[in-house]
């Protein structure tokens, strides 16, 4: 096996093509809303912005990996920071974009890890992310 990646990871590109497409269908939409106002358009038209939203955010996250840490670094908000050694593991999860799930220890006030109780971490798809993912088995303890 080669030693495990570092660096940075950069979302999937089909973040950015869903979040396009549902903006063209949005647009598609608003011209139907405008010919003929109806409830029926006007909630398929907010079922199409927060998917656009949904796509959007997740096209602008990236993962950043280093010797210790694992930082997911988010478009709005703080970012999320775990260390190799809080982490319990890491699955694939999803459907239509296979993303990953990390199962954690959170840090107490103290510094030291709550093993009491355990938090997730969704990790939009990434390129490379079969790597990642290695990269995670090989240093959880």
């Given at each position: 096996m080669s030693e495990p990646a570092q660096g940075i990871f950069w979302p999937h590109r089909a973040y950015q093509w869903l979040a396009l497409l549902c903006l063209l269908i949005l647009a598609l939409l608003l011209?139907?809303?405008?010919?003929?106002?109806?409830?029926?358009?006007l909630f398929f038209c907010t079922i199409m912005l927060?998917?656009?939203?949904?796509?959007?955010?997740?096209?602008?996250c990236r993962v950043e990996i280093n010797a210790t840490t694992l930082i997911l670094?988010?478009?709005?908000?703080?970012?999320?920071v775990v260390?190799?050694?809080q982490l319990v593991s890491a699955t694939e999860s999803g459907?239509?974009?296979t993303a990953l799930t990390l199962l954690y220890?959170?840090?107490q006030p103290d510094g030291l890890l709550d093993l009491d109780s355990a938090q997730s971490l969704n990790i939009p798809a990434v390129q490379n992310q079969e790597q990642l993912h290695e990269t995670i088995l090989a240093k959880i303890p």
């Open positions: 011209r139907m809303l405008f010919a003929r106002s109806d409830l029926e358009t927060l998917a656009a939203l949904w796509f959007g955010y997740n096209a602008f670094h988010k478009p709005i908000g703080a970012s999320a260390t190799f050694q459907r239509l974009i220890h959170p840090r």
